[in-house]
């Protein structure tokens, strides 16, 4: 599967963003689905994540209440809406894809990424 990311730019704090990632081939419903940021000179850290079917996700504390993750299995999209946005979410955002239905959390049990979308938060 390949992914593209978008929806990144510059917002203010306190704002709202909404980045999608839309999936090729015909087996999206095979994935699970996670988004993922790296700030400059940090890891990349987990974000969300969302079950083939979408019944089931997990979202960070760090953004819990404030980012919700989705998934449209017509369009073959995963999207992040990120609300109450902080300075601190300024990062590079992945999206990724398990090829599983267990939902997890460690970047190292996905497969495939695309190639980031930034999202700068500051006044």
């Known amino acids: 599967v390949q992914l593209q990311a978008y929806g990144g730019g510059l917002v203010q704090p306190g704002g709202s963003l909404r980045l999608s990632c839309a999936a090729s081939g015909r087996t999206f419903s095979s994935y699970t689905m996670g988004w993922f940021r790296q700030a400059p000179g940090k890891e990349r850290e987990f974000v969300a994540a969302i079950s083939r079917s979408g019944g089931s996700a997990l979202h960070a504390d760090s953004v819990k209440g404030r980012f919700t993750i989705s998934r449209d299995g017509a369009k073959n999209t995963v999207d992040l809406q990120m609300n109450s946005l902080k300075p601190e979410d300024t990062a590079v955002y992945y999206c990724?894809?398990?090829?599983?239905?267990?939902?997890?959390?460690?970047?190292?049990?996905?497969?495939?990424w695309g190639q980031g979308t930034h999202v700068t938060v500051s006044s």
């Open positions: 990724a894809a398990r090829n599983s239905q267990v939902v997890v959390t460690s970047k190292v049990l996905y497969e495939y």
